[in-house]
């Protein structure tokens, strides 16, 4: 899995608007960090090795409506891969146009904020420790989700890395595979990680 929006979304997600232009407002990130979490969702597959995470944070802006931080994360080898930031006029509007698509598109369960703050700080960890950047979109993103040190109050423990443990990287569409394996060769020697090709086209719809 690699996508979150379907093409005819037209939401602005990296500029954080979503809202018609007679209501839109310029997303101070910093501001945004400190606002606060009213629901987590995550997968339910996300513990399980190989499978990528899909994290939605909603936040409460205090002019109203909802603020949405979203993350793609790959625990088995390149931590936060994607993520982007939209905001909705009404939690109604919120619940019905997103919650509810990712909801149909992806099995999702609610977390407490601690641990979404683990999962995305132990996985940029790991994938920094691989020798792999953030990507920008990521590190905007991070900027108006808030603090990770929150992660420290979390004991469940994080799986990283493929069933036997080591990195397992699998391509996706929009991935530089010829960087990705160049860096794991590099900074993990040949053998020493997977790598997998998906038997069957991966969409390439969300995130564009």
Known sequence: MTDMLPRNDKRKRTSGHSVPPSTQRKLDMEAAALWPVFECLITTTW??????????????????GVVCCVFLVDLACLGPKEAFVTQ????????????????????????????????ISESLRYARNLGFDL???????LAALGPL??????HQQIPLGGED???????????????????????????????????SPMPRDFFD
């Open 47 to 64: 513990q399980e090795p190989t499978n990528l995470a899909h994290i939605l944070v909603a936040k409460e802006p205090p002019f109203g």
């Open 135 to 141: 990507p920008p979109r990521v590190r905007k993103t």
């Open 88 to 119: 909705f006029r009404t939690r109604d509007e919120y619940g019905a146009e997103f919650r509810q698509l990712m909801m149909n598109r992806y099995p999702m369960i609610p977390i407490e904020y601690p641990l979404a703050a683990k999962i």
């Open 165 to 199: 443990g080591i990195p397992s990287y699998m391509a996706g569409p929009h991935d530089d595979v010829e960087h990705i394996m160049a860096t794991l060769n590099r900074t993990c020697g040949k053998g020493n990680f997977h790598f997998t090709i998906p038997t």
């Open 149 to 154: 040190d929150v992660a420290d109050t979390c």
